[in-house]
């Protein structure tokens, strides 16, 4: 029972370290806060940077190349990223908009307009047997085009709910922080790429570890504006209910939509997980880049954080309903056994 209990905190001490943080910050918000013990302000910028050149030396453009051909994944992926999701929010705050209170309404918007994982929608395409060349196409591409739609949709529909963010602004922000690293990573990788492989895991805690500081230094500044004092944890519930009807309701949707266009069941697969996701690990860092000067920070990444556990916990399930479907066949020439060199990247060692 204790090696179950010590193997089980081994694997999951990422989950358990944000609820950590989370916690710290509702006991100690001077700890983390803007200004406070730790400086963590610093973290919002220089850690943000890291994280993206870490992506982009993770990249890998040959693969990238075997996934591009799939137009009709593409097409049904992206849109069910930057058009399905904003789409459902519309109803969603049409619904439900006036029990929501306006950061945690915000933070459903911030999730809607984010882009897909990289590396949990490709291990989940491997382990259902999917097309795994078109997922890794996919999810990365939607990660560039984040770049410049996230702020977008986060403009209008914040813009919507009464909110302003200068897109202008919040593009050059991200393109300075996000896509120049992560361009700069891509350029590196083929003098780094050995030390990248050798160094994975170490790599991997170093990323995890910027994402965790991001999320104390958020919630530091959201508790020490009062935010439970003003909500409570009945927004805890909120989010957490939100978080599972966007994911159900794209999951279903993407399926059908996938069935609809006659795709194969490895790009369904392909295009169901990469479609459903949304990125924890760029979303924390372009929350504090977007969001930084609102003390509200911590709840407008409610949303994402409660999102991320439960795709990771349904889309385990749902592959491997996929792989049983696909069994006992061998796995398809485009699913092959292992995700290629270069998968596993930022969201992969965050998500």
Known sequence: MAMSVRAWVRKEWFLLALVGAVGLASVWPDLGRSGGLLQLQAVSNWGVALVFFLTGLGLSASALRDGALKWRVHL????????????????????????????????????????????SSVAMTVLAKGNVPAAIFNASASSLLGIVLTPLLVTLMAG??????????????????????????????????????????RISL?????????????????????????????????????????????????RFASRAMGLSVEDEIAAVFCGSKKTLASGVPMAKLLFGANPAVGVIVLPIMFYHQLQLILCSWLAQRYAAR????????????????GAQNADGRAV
Request: aromatic fraction near 10%; hydrophobic fraction near 60%.
């Open 326 to 341: 696909l069994s006992p066949a061998a796995a398809p020439a485009t699913a092959p056994s292992a995700a290629p060199t």
């Open 76 to 119: 049904l992926v992206q849109l069910s990223t930057y058009a399905l999701f904003p789409l459902l929010w519309w109803g969603f705050t049409a619904l439900f908009g006036r029990w929501l209170p306006h950061d945690l309404a915000l933070g459903f918007a911030y999730l809607c307009a984010l882009p897909s994982t990289i590396s």
């Open 206 to 254: 170093i990323d995890r570890c910027v994402i965790i500081l991001l999320v104390l230094s958020a919630f530091s500044d959201s508790v020490a504006s009062g935010l439970w004092r003003d909500h409570g944890a009945e927004l805890l519930v909120k989010a957490a209910i939100g978080a599972a009807l966007f994911l159900a309701a794209v999951i279903v949707l993407s």
């Open 160 to 201: 919507a709910g009464g909110a302003t963010l200068p897109f202008g602004e919040a593009v050059w922000k991200l393109t300075q922080l996000l896509l120049l690293p992560l361009v700069a990573g891509q350029l590196l990788r083929p003098l780094l790429l050995g030390f990248y492989l050798r160094h994975k895991s």
